[in-house]
């Protein structure tokens, strides 16, 4: 059986070898792209290197579990946490148990274990160390354009005759609405950042803590992706932001909204949000918004600026180690904030 030990920058060839061998070349040279962001510079990294677990058959990697530490707040009380990601076991090695040892050696060092867009294999496994779910992280798409009803499985008569009988209810949903509030494209988080941080943490049940530190990393630096951020703005003070990309799919174009923060007590400020992306997305052409968020109020508001829920396939779990939970506490999650900007979902 292999042994399962932390991670060291000498075993960085052995797991660009096993990335190619599992991954395939292009994914493996995409996610190469993003590692020494991702693992390296990430600010909640512990002093002793990246969390990633490696499975080692001498100096053969044969399997990995990285990880991306973050600070967690339930209810304004912050323990150590990590997302679990680019879990991976080499063909001829899986279904032995590797898996679950990386699995088990991540969970022992960790407050907090999160899991968000699992894929069948790691789902399979969560289920087996019966870790709790918390179900799939809701998602919402607001059309703008007769283009955004389509379906490519449809033959192209019925498509049309969707858009023709959709097209007054969409124009009605994507008309312009005016912004309450001044909203400001910003290329860096400042500390009024981690000030709306430290006010708004006590409202969620759980959320990845997002101070400026975070935030920069994960959407100012990332090499492999370039975002859009705008800051809501009260005087002095920061109210909020919001986090979005354009992005074309197969079915045309889209925005896809990826993070935003506002106090979930302030209406005008997360519509005004809404808002200025809407016509950043009408700008860009975008067909849709899509946007993902746990919290029901959030989604409520969502709604009102012309959301619709659809299906997410996207699987959230999480076990927290490190503080006494409440029961029912991974069923009700209308409290948590965890959108598409968390762990690495959007990439
Ligand atoms: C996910 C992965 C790391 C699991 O590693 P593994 O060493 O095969 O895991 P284990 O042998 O410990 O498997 C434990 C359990 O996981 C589940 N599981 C593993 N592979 C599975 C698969 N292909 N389909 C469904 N369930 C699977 C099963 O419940 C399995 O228990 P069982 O063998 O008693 O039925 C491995 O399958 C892999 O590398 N997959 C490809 C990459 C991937 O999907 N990564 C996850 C990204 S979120």
Redesign the pocket.
Known sequence: MADVVRFRLQDQHAVDALSRH??GHDAAEAGRLRWGWQYLQNPNNPPDGPQIWVAKEGPTVV?Q?ATMPVRLSLKGVEIQASW????????E???????????RAWDHGTGAAL?L?????????F??LNWPRAGHLPCLVKPLTRRALRNPDWPVPVNRLLSALTYPLVRVVARTRPLGAQVEPIRYFDRRFSELWDQVAGSFGLAVRRDAAYLNWRYIEPPHVRYSVVALKRDETVGGYAVYRHVREPRGRATVLVDFLADPADRVGLQTLLRWVDREAAAADSDKIRACSTHAGFRRLLRREGYFPVRSSIGLVAKINAVAVPRGFYERTGDWHVTLGDSDQDR
């Open positions: 599992v991954l399997g579990q679990g990601m680019d879990a991976m076991v080499a063909p090695r899986q279904r032995q148990g590797i898996g679950e040892a990386l699995f899991g867009g699992l894929s069948a294999a790691s789902l399979g496994l289920r087996k």
